[in-house]
C-alpha cells in the first residue's frame, strides 16, 4: 500500500547507545519530517527536509541528525540515546510545502532505559 | 513563540450530539491552520486544511471554522458517532514551510 513506511515499530535503548529510525514514502513527495509526542503535549518538529539533499532543524533538534539522500528516505538518527527521548516518533510526508496530502507514518515507540 | 492550545483536554458526548472542539493560538500570523484525527497507536490522519484567507471548511459531518484576528478554530463534528471516538489535534504553520505547531489535542469518546 502506498503511504509512510516507519521501521521498527518499538525499540528499547540503553542510555548512550546509537540508533537510526527509518522513514521510507513511496508517494514522490518532496516534504518530509519527523516529529516527536509525548504524553500531554502536541507533536514536536524535529527535523524537515524540503527536497532530497537539503534538511533544516524544526523546533527541537538536539540530539538528532538527519539526512536526505534519496526522495524516499529520510532516516532519523539518535546519536548517544538519552532517557529524555523516550517517546514516539512519527514520520510525516506531503507533496506541498503548505500541508497539502499530508500522510504520517504509523509512529516508532522508543524507550531509553 | 507560537502556543497552540486545545481545551478541553478531553470529552465524553452520547451518540448523536453535536458537538464543537476548540483550538487557540497566540500568534494570528499564519499560514494555514489543520485539523487531524489519531486513533490509538497510530499515526495522525489530515480531515481539514483551512488556509489563512479562508473562513472555514466542511467535508461530510465535519466543519472547521478559523478566526485568525481571535486566534481561534473550531472543528464541528455533526451527529457524532462511536467511530469518530479518536483524538483530535489542531496545527498551524507560520509560513510557507514544513514548520507546524500542534496543540495537545482533545480526546472525543462517543459513547453508543
Known amino acids: 500500500n502506498a503511504g509512510v513506511t516507519q521501521t521498527p515499530k518499538f525499540q528499547v535503548l540503553k542510555t548512550g547507545q546509537s540508533m537510526t529510525l527509518q522513514c521510507a514514502q513511496d508517494?514522490?513527495?518532496?516534504?518530509m519530517s519527523w516529529y516527536r509526542q509525548d504524553p500531554g503535549m502536541g507533536l514536536r518538529l524535529i527535523h524537515y527536509?524540503?527536497?532530497?539533499?537539503?534538511?533544516d532543524q524544526g523546533e527541537v533538534p538536539n540530539g538528532y541528525n538527519v539526512s536526505r539522500s534519496t526522495t524516499e528516505d529520510f532516516p532519523l538518527r539518535l546519536l548517544s540515546a538519552a532517557p529524555s527521548q523516550t517517546s514516539v516518533y512519527f514520520c510525516?510526508?506531503?507533496?506541498?510545502?503548505?500541508?497539502?496530502?499530508?500522510?504520517f507514518g504509523s509512529g516508532t515507540r522508543l524507550t531509553v532505559v | 513563540k507560537q502556543e497552540v492550545t486545545q481545551i478541553p483536554a478531553a470529552l465524553s458526548v452520547p451518540e448523536g450530539e453535536n458537538l464543537v472542539l476548540n483550538c487557540s493560538f497566540t500568534?494570528?500570523?499564519?499560514?494555514?491552520l489543520q485539523w487531524f484525527r489519531q486513533d490509538p497507536g497510530k499515526g495522525l490522519t489530515s480531515l481539514l486544511l483551512?488556509?489563512?484567507?479562508?473562513r472555514e471548511q466542511t467535508s461530510g459531518r465535519l466543519n472547521a471554522s478559523l478566526d485568525k484576528s481571535s486566534g481561534r478554530s473550531t472543528l464541528y463534528i455533526a451527529a457524532s458517532q462511536p467511530g469518530d471516538s479518536a483524538t483530535y489535534l489542531c496545527?498551524?504553520?507560520?509560513?510557507?514551510?514544513?514548520?507546524?505547531?500542534f496543540g495537545a489535542g482533545t480526546r472525543l469518546t462517543v459513547k453508543p
Open positions: 508517494m514522490n513527495h518532496e516534504y
Open positions: 496545527a498551524v504553520r507560520r509560513g510557507d514551510n514544513n514548520d507546524m505547531r
Open positions: 483551512i488556509q489563512s484567507s479562508q
Open positions: 500568534d494570528s500570523a499564519i499560514y494555514n
Open positions: 527536509s524540503v527536497g532530497a539533499g537539503i534538511t
Open positions: 510525516a510526508s506531503s507533496y506541498s510545502s503548505t500541508g497539502g496530502g499530508y500522510t
